[in-house]
């Protein structure tokens, strides 16, 4: 059985940064999708990026396009998102995904695995 599990969020001003990371667990091999999703209060859970782990191609929404980058670090097997240049905008429950093969990146009803999620906050 697959786990996820988030950190790295907090409160911070706009034009700041944060990295978040999701730590994989509890199955011998990971899956090949991993996607960071988010969910403001009221609104939709939207796809903010995926990696495909073979070949560490990527996908962005493009709303953090240019801003937002995501990594695999094979060392301590997880998959991080770096965000730069926040804006208030940007608040929201932060969830990592994984699937073996979700189809579209961005479809959140396609994943299987998930974590519990993490707050970010950006204050104007």
């Known amino acids: 059985q697959v786990q996820l599990a988030e950190s790295g969020g907090g409160s911070v001003q706009a034009g700041g940064s944060l990295r978040l990371s999701c730590a994989r667990s509890g199955a011998p ?7 960071w999703f988010r969910q403001a209060p009221g ?3 939207e796809g903010v ?6 070949t560490g191609s990527t996908s962005y929404a493009d ?6 980058t995501i990594s695999e670090d094979n060392a301590k097997n997880t998959v ?3 965000m730069n240049s926040l804006t208030p905008e940007d608040t929201a429950m932060y969830y990592c995904a994984a ?3 979700p189809g579209t990146w961005s479809a959140h009803d396609h994943y299987n695995y998930w974590g519990q999620g993490t707050q970010v906050t950006v204050s104007s």
């Open 29 to 35: 091999i990971s899956p090949d999708y991993m996607a």
């Open 43 to 45: 609104k939709e859970r």
């Open 49 to 54: 990026a995926s990696i495909y782990i073979p």
């Open 63 to 68: 709303s953090v396009m240019g801003r937002f």
């Open 80 to 82: 991080d998102l770096q």
């Open 99 to 101: 699937d073996w093969n």
